[in-house]
Nanobody
Framework: QVQLVESGGGLVQAGGSLRLSCTAS????????MGWFRQAPGKEREFVAGVNWSSGRTYHTDSVKGRFTISRDNAKNMVYLQMNSLKPEDTAVYYCAARSGSVIFHTPREYDYWGQGTQVTVSS
């Protein structure tokens, strides 16, 4: 059974940085796509970034390009989201997600496995 566990969230001032980690277990992830999503209060869950585990190809949504970077560590079965220049509007619960396949979809329904989420709060 695939399990995803996020860590690294917290409270940070605007302009600061955080690195989120996602520990993946229960499968061989070389044929998976991993994604980071976020959900703010009263809003829908939205795609932030994704990575094809095998090729390393990544995609970042426009609002985080140049500030956030997704990466993976094959040896450790971990996925990271480095978040720099954080803004108050980045405040949300951040989720790690996984799907079998090669396409980095942007819609939550395309992902089969989810972590429990980690809170990121950016103060102004």
């Amino acid at each position: 059974q695939v399990q995803l566990v996020e860590s690294g969230g917290g409270l940070v001032q605007a302009g600061g940085s955080l690195r989120l980690s996602c520990t993946a277990s229960g499968s061989t992830f070389s044929t998976y796509v991993m994604g980071w999503f976020r959900q703010a209060p009263g809003k829908e869950r939205e795609f932030v970034a994704g990575v094809n585990w095998s090729s390393g190809r990544t995609y970042h949504t426009d609002s985080v390009k140049g500030r956030f970077t997704i990466s993976r560590d094959n040896a450790k079965n971990m996925v990271y989201l480095q978040m720099n220049s954080l803004k108050p509007e980045d405040t949300a619960v951040y989720y790690c997600a996984a799907r079998s396949g090669s396409v980095i979809f942007h819609t939550p329904r395309e992902y089969d496995y989810w972590g429990q989420g980690t809170q990121v709060t950016v103060s102004s």
